[in-house]
């Protein structure tokens, strides 16, 4: 079996879940990595880039209607994922730092490791 087989095997047999934990790990640590750099950085915009995106495509899958998600669940993560649009917005014009962005993924991931955390309202981060 080639390599891309056993590849595209892992993918169609593991939990959609901790693939999701993976990229927002992924994602976090490099936000993390960076958090302390110039807002020009290429290392720091590399890294907002694909945290929008990763967003960007959660969204798109909460609001297509065979999305299994409860709906107050959905329009929750809905909301937060436009915060995460207008906060890394305001990095880019240098508007401060990633903490928050750090924060919500870090939520993200706990929610889909399934630990109990406090509930992280969108007006805490709006």
């Not at 992924?26 to 936000?31: E, F, N, Q, S």
């Not at 950085?41 to 959660?58: C, F, P, T, V």
Request: proline letters at 3%; a negative charge.
């Amino acid at each position: 079996m080639s390599i891309a087989a056993y590849q595209q095997t892992i993918l169609e047999c593991e939990d959609p879940r901790r693939i999701e934990y993976r990229l927002f790990l992924r994602i976090t640590l490099a936000l993390e990595r960076h958090r302390d750099a110039n807002w020009q950085s290429e290392g720091l915009k590399d890294a907002l880039w694909r945290n929008m995106e990763l967003w960007g495509w959660l969204r798109a899958d909460l609001l297509d209607d065979e999305n299994g998600l409860p709906e107050k669940l959905r329009a929750g993560l809905v909301s937060l994922s436009y915060t995460v649009d207008r906060r890394t917005r305001e990095i880019l014009r240098g508007g401060g730092g990633v903490d928050l962005l750090i924060d919500i993924n870090r939520a993200v991931m706990q929610g889909l490791q399934g630990t109990p955390q406090p509930a992280l309202e969108v007006a805490d981060v709006a």
